[in-house]
């Protein structure tokens, strides 16, 4: 049995949310960012883009970085899937080390296309589906032992992190991957990401009062594409 978690978009909300890198919050911000999810295809083609080829050591990658916090070292009863787009991280990640899971997107074709296909009988683990902005969501308190954002952080700032922390049980974690620039930060204006470098990141991290626990590279990608930093913080 699941539970599934609707919203509307509140757009008034948006236009109050700050912003804090080198561009100011627009209130089409968000809205650019659904607009383009619409058109991506609720697969793992849609969810790696042009980069298909490099999911399998994209996972890999995450499974090592994730036995450092996982069982053995921490509990494993609950994660949450911040961005999970189909479940791509969820079944290749989360799901083989965590009990239960829930699982969050702003596309609710992505939620259902990983409840009734993507993730077959591992479906029965989800305990709950969060079809919500992440930028309107306050996980419950001290809930999850992971929080995985993969992808998905660049379109947010340090307000999230912060409640996302108000989510963490007392051995939790939240795990961040995703691309880093080579310098400062670079606005995306077709999906509203936000390609920052890694102090970028880090100084929103602590701005947002996490500290960095862990921070690794991914490895074997390829040079010419932009680096990809898994950061483990609490
Ligand atoms: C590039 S995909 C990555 C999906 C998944 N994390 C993975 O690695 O396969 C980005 C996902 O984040 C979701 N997303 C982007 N901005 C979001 C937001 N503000 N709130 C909730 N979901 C968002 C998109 O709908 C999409 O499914």
């Known amino acids: 049995m699941f539970t599934c978690v609707r919203v509307c978009k509140r757009m008034s909300h948006l236009m109050s949310q700050r912003y804090t890198d080198h561009t100011s919050l627009k209130?089409?911000?968000y809205y650019r960012a659904q607009n383009f999810y619409k058109d991506v295809p609720a697969s793992e083609e849609g969810m790696?883009?042009?980069f298909v080829e490099l999911s399998e050591l994209d996972l890999e990658g995450s499974r090592q970085f994730l036995k450092k916090f996982g069982p053995g070292k921490a509990s494993t009863n609950r994660a949450l899937d911040c961005g999970?787009?189909?479940?791509?991280?969820?079944?290749?990640?989360?799901?083989?080390?965590?009990?239960?899971?829930e699982m969050l997107d702003m596309m609710e074709n992505f939620i259902l296309h990983a409840h009734k296909y993507y993730l077959g009988d591992l479906a029965d683990r989800v305990e709950t589906y969060y079809v919500y902005n992440l930028q309107d969501f306050t996980p419950p308190p001290q809930r999850y032992d992971v929080i995985w954002m993969q992808?998905?952080?660049?379109?947010?700032?340090?307000?999230?992190?912060?409640?996302?922390?108000?989510?963490l049980g007392p051995s939790g974690v939240i795990v961040l991957k995703d691309n880093t620039a080579r310098q400062g930060c670079r606005l995306d204006?077709?999906?509203?990401?936000?390609?920052r470098h890694l102090d970028v990141l880090t100084s929103i991290i602590?701005?947002?009062?996490?500290?960095?626990?862990?921070?690794?590279?991914?490895?074997a990608f390829p040079e010419s594409i932009v680096p990809v930093w898994m950061i483990a913080m609490r």
């Open 27 to 29: 209130p089409s911000f």
């Open 84 to 101: 999970c787009g189909i479940g791509r991280v969820s079944k290749g990640v989360l799901l083989p080390v965590f009990q239960t899971l």
């Open 48 to 50: 790696m883009g042009e």
């Open 206 to 219: 602590e701005r947002a009062g996490l500290t960095v626990l862990d921070v690794q590279k991914q490895d």
């Open 189 to 195: 204006t077709v999906d509203s990401s936000v390609l």
């Open 151 to 167: 992808w998905v952080i660049d379109t947010l700032d340090e307000d999230f992190l912060r409640r996302a922390r108000g989510g």
